[in-house]
């Protein structure tokens, strides 16, 4: 069972067209709620993190929400630079984990055409 | 900036055969991770290191992998006896204590 959903799996956007991208997830005692971004052939890169319901952190054209079961990571008048896939991870403790790996959902692909 | 570094980007071997990567951490970062990663998912937890201990492992592991991480410095990633389901892109992070976890750009593993 997926710990980590994130949705849709895929996503295309008109330059300007904001939206926002889905990513739920099931684990108890979150430990920390983390969106990285990844370009082809690159490793992730570390936008946020959230550790608590009501949390919002915000960058650039980017905003990162969290409440009790999800997060949403808005896009506002996205721009093609910002096409890439981004990952939502948790981390958690429970009595099978130890609260130090990332546990990853499986990305939305983005694409911003001009 | 130095980031966190692996070597080689690109390996390509035959199956059967072992192979080793290697990563160097950012320097003040105390914890090391290895992901793997394939096509159209997210990076899999592999193991991690506290300094030089390694404190935990994914049943991912297979008796085929090892990892150490010397001194607390650079770690190593050994494949033995590659098999085909072992092509991935295979990730490297390091952090200071909890916090965010910074990544490589990986070494991508093609088995022939």
């Known amino acids: 069972e997926d710990q980590v959903t994130q949705s849709p799996e895929a996503l295309r956007l008109q330059e300007g067209e904001s939206s926002s991208l889905n990513c739920s997830y099931t684990v108890s005692g979150l430990r920390g709620l983390f969106w990285y971004r990844q370009d082809p052939g690159k490793g992730p890169e570390f936008l946020f993190t959230l550790y608590s319901a009501g949390e919002e952190k915000e960058k650039e054209r980017l905003k990162a929400t969290l409440t009790k079961k999800e997060s949403f990571l808005h896009i506002t008048a996205p721009k093609p630079e910002d096409s890439a896939t981004y990952l939502c991870?948790?981390?958690?403790?429970?009595?099978?984990?130890?609260?130090?790996?990332?546990?990853f959902g499986k990305g939305t692909s983005l694409l911003v055409t001009p | 900036d130095t980031g966190v570094s692996q070597d080689p980007r690109h390996k390509i071997t035959k199956r059967g055969q072992n192979v080793t990567f290697r990563c160097d951490p950012i320097s003040e970062h105390n914890r090391l991770y290895w992901y793997r990663q394939t096509l159209g998912q997210g990076p899999e937890f592999l193991t991690y290191?506290?300094?030089?201990?390694?404190?935990?492992k994914s049943r991912l592991l297979s008796d085929r992998f090892s990892a150490e991480r010397p001194k607390g410095s650079f770690s190593t990633l050994e494949i033995q006896r590659t098999e085909q389901g072992d092509s991935a892109m295979y990730l490297c992070?390091?952090?200071?204590?909890?916090?965010?976890?910074?990544f490589g750009d990986g070494t991508r593993l093609s088995i022939l």
């Open positions: 992070a390091s952090s200071f204590s909890f916090e965010p976890q910074h």
């Open positions: 290191f506290q300094n030089e201990a390694q404190l935990e």
């Open positions: 991870a948790v981390r958690y403790n429970s009595n099978s984990n130890s609260g130090y790996a990332l546990n």
